[in-house]
């Protein structure tokens, strides 16, 4: 099989440890380093996922960008003292932390907040991917480890980005109990299905029902290429954020067995918004799918959009794998 990759930038990233949603349940112990501090731990020389070798002499003020890793700095406790705090989910203690300078969204970062705070490690990447010069210039002694892997499938980033995490910050057993969790939480997935039942993706925002390609659509595409799923459609489609407007007829006519959806509207939608669940089930077009006729429809968790983590990843296995048991 093909293997899918995980888009570079927001356009794309895998529920779960934390309270990611009601699915994901509360967050679990990952294990312990041998020593709790990092003391005599630096300097330490990495190589991050861009290939570069990169000398870390401490990592006493930490600046992190890539929100797939905000949720296990809040759980290593790592000292954070710059982020896009506007990007983190409302479940992540550091979203309301205001001892954490607010570079904002990656439409426009703040940089005066990274001179400010004078990191001497940036953790930089997917949504912020595009400035990393601007990150650079902004705090230029800082240790700059880029965690990109926009050439890795989505189970090699797994487990190169949270092992390299682990080395950073010496905390090498809490990845390690962290990637053991997800590939366990896959290989249960991978038990449930059936290769004979298909599967579509969709995505709901702005009120609108919209389709997901298998390939390289937001939110479940990356679950067709770790599970193994099979499409019930297989069109082309885009990497945008609000998903492909498909006609509901043609999504009717591929008569999926089961769907997985990304609420949006979840996560960034403004105002009151239906959620995706009500507009699925409320769809005259869809109401003879064998998905919807079944109730075999995973909703992922209302803040998947904003963390895209292993800690999601694992959720959504485990509630897929619920669906597929459920059938």
């Not at 905000?70 to 982020?83: I, K, R, S, Y």
């Not at 905390?171 to 939480?185: G, M, P, R, T």
Request: charge should be negative.
């Amino acid at each position: 099989m093909t293997k899918r990759r995980l888009p570079a930038v927001a356009a794309l990233a895998l529920v779960s440890a934390l309270a990611l949603s009601a699915c994901a349940g509360e967050p679990t112990a990952t294990g312990t380093s041998p020593a709790d501090s990092t003391e005599g731990y630096y300097p330490v020389t990495v190589t991050d996922l861009a290939g570069n070798e990169v000398t870390i002499e401490s990592a006493d003020s930490v600046a992190i960008t890539d929100n797939r890793f905000f949720q296990v700095a809040a759980d290593w406790d790592l000292p954070v003292t710059v982020a896009p705090r506007d990007l983190m989910s409302p479940n992540n203690p550091l979203a309301a932390d205001e001892t954490i300078l607010n570079t904002g969204t990656h439409g426009e970062p703040d940089f005066e907040q990274v001179v400010a705070a004078d990191p001497d490690l940036i953790i930089n990447g997917y949504r912020y991917l595009s400035h990393a010069d601007g990150m650079k210039e902004a705090a230029p002694d800082a240790a700059f480890v880029d965690m990109t892997g926009d050439t890795l499938s989505a189970d090699e980033y797994v487990v190169q980005s949270l092992t390299l995490m682990g080395e950073v910050f010496n905390k090498q057993d809490e990845a390690k109990a962290l990637v053991d969790d997800f590939h366990a939480s896959l290989t249960a997935a991978k038990d449930a299905y059936d290769p004979a039942t298909t599967v579509m993706g969709l995505i709901t925002a702005g009120g609108e029902i919209n389709y997901s390609n298998p390939t390289d659509g937001r939110g479940a595409s990356i679950f067709f290429d770790l599970v193994g799923l099979t499409p019930a459609l297989d069109a082309e489609g885009s990497e945008g954020h609000t998903g492909d407007s498909v006609s509901l007829e043609a999504l009717a006519e591929a008569e999926a067995d089961v769907l997985m959806v990304l609420d949006r509207d979840a996560a960034v939608g403004e105002g009151e918004v239906t959620p995706a669940l009500d507009l699925i089930n409320g769809s005259a077009a869809l109401a003879g799918v064998p998905a919807v006729a079944d109730g075999a429809i995973y909703v992922f968790p209302a803040d998947y959009y904003l963390t895209e983590d292993v800690f999601a990843y694992k959720a959504v296995l485990d509630g897929l794998t619920g669906v597929l048991q459920a059938r």
